[in-house]
């Protein structure tokens, strides 16, 4: 009977340590993701600065729209999985560029 329990612990042991280990695993991955998505969205915003100083260098003024960087500079943007807050100021300052993950439920 002795030789039973001690499997039993045993086997109950290295149960406990991989569901430690996958619980890390899981926790890390997510960490990994989110950092990913944080990475991607400020590119995406830089991106549209980019652009939007593009214009103020070439035509003297900043564009008022989104859409005019799309049309008139080439910007792709991926409206399915991202919001795009564009806000412009005036002619000579650069726009207020918020762009939002629609898969965070905690950005707006």
């Known amino acids: 009977m002795d030789n039973n329990h001690g499997w039993r612990r045993l086997i109950i042991c290295i149960v406990a340590v991989l569901i430690i280990?996958?619980?890390?695993?899981?926790?890390?991955?997510?960490?990994?993701?989110?950092?990913?998505?944080?990475?991607?969205?400020?590119?995406?915003?830089d991106t549209i600065y980019d652009r939007a100083l593009q214009c103020y260098v070439i035509e003297g003024a900043y564009?008022?729209?989104?859409?005019?960087?799309?049309?008139?500079?080439?910007?792709?943007v991926n409206t399915e999985d991202?919001?795009?807050l564009y806000k412009p100021y005036?002619?000579?300052q650069p726009p207020d560029v918020r762009v939002i993950y629609r898969g965070d439920k905690n950005a707006d």
């Open 63 to 76: 564009p008022e729209s989104l859409d005019y960087l799309v049309e008139n500079y080439g910007l792709a």
């Open 90 to 92: 005036a002619e000579n």
């Open 82 to 84: 991202y919001r795009i």
């Open 21 to 45: 280990v996958l619980a890390g695993v899981f926790v890390w991955a997510d960490r990994a993701a989110k950092a990913s998505m944080a990475e991607q969205t400020e590119s995406i915003k």
